[in-house]
């Protein structure tokens, strides 16, 4: 099975700042099965980004995601105050099996 | 757009069956390059797949889970449904049921969820 790991465990930031997140597989995922998702408190999760890179539908272009083989990486080019929240990565692989990361925690500096 | 609601028990006691309902709405759950997922999160704590379905019947279990999980779809419902037997307090959290791209294997809709407690 393949772990994922993410980093920093929590990033305190201020809005207006940039925020890199991020993501390191245990062994190399195809860029196609490589998700990100954003929660805040008390709601379902949300589909950020897909195949690495690709915003889902209503995203923000503040969004981006990069990275392949086993390192990924989520960039918030400038955080606003909704974007506090808790980000998980999540792959797709073999077997099948889906499996998140433990998240990332962006909270305000 | 469509939107997914999860139902059913709050609460069920140790060593019984927790069973819950995907309720699709505005689509058809056979439409579309997409199968169906629960997926559960202990309070506080990170996000566990439990299995997937398509809509043909076939299913795909979380290793971890295999023994106690069965996935169900009933198309003319447009739903599908999880149980999970022998359940434990380890099992309390919160469901939520998904609908995934096929081709990216991502989690694109999710349902509110909805807590599970087991206790007696």
């Known amino acids: 099975e393949i772990v994922l790991t993410q980093s920093p465990g929590t990033l305190s930031l201020s809005p207006g700042e940039r925020a890199t997140l991020s993501c390191r597989a245990s062994q190399s995922v195809s860029s196609s099965y490589l998700a990100w998702y954003q929660q805040k408190p008390g709601q379902a999760p949300r589909l950020l980004i897909y195949g690495a890179s690709s915003r889902a539908t209503g995203i923000p272009d503040r969004f981006s995601g990069s990275g392949s083989g086993t390192d990924f990486t989520l960039t918030i080019s400038r955080l606003e105050p909704e974007d506090f929240a808790v980000y998980y990565c999540q792959q797709y692989g073999t077997s099948p099996s889906f499996t998140f990361g433990p998240g990332t925690k962006v909270d305000i500096k | 757009q469509v939107q997914l609601q999860e139902s059913g028990p709050g609460l069920v006691k140790p060593s019984q069956t927790l069973s819950l309902t995907c309720t699709v709405s505005?689509?058809?759950?056979?439409?579309?390059?997409?199968?169906w997922s629960w997926i559960r999160q202990p309070a506080g704590k990170g996000l566990e797949w439990i299995g997937r379905?398509?809509?043909?019947?076939?299913?795909n279990y979380n290793p971890s889970l295999k023994s106690r999980v069965t996935i169900s779809v009933d198309t003319s419902k447009n739903q599908f449904s999880l149980k999970l037997n022998s359940v434990t307090a380890a099992d309390t959290a919160v469901y939520y049921c998904a609908r995934v791209i096929w081709v990216h294997g991502a989690f694109e809709i999710w349902g509110q969820g909805t807590m599970v407690t087991v206790s007696s």
């Open positions: 379905i398509y809509t043909s019947g076939t299913t």
């Open positions: 505005g689509g058809s759950i056979s439409a579309g390059s997409y199968y």
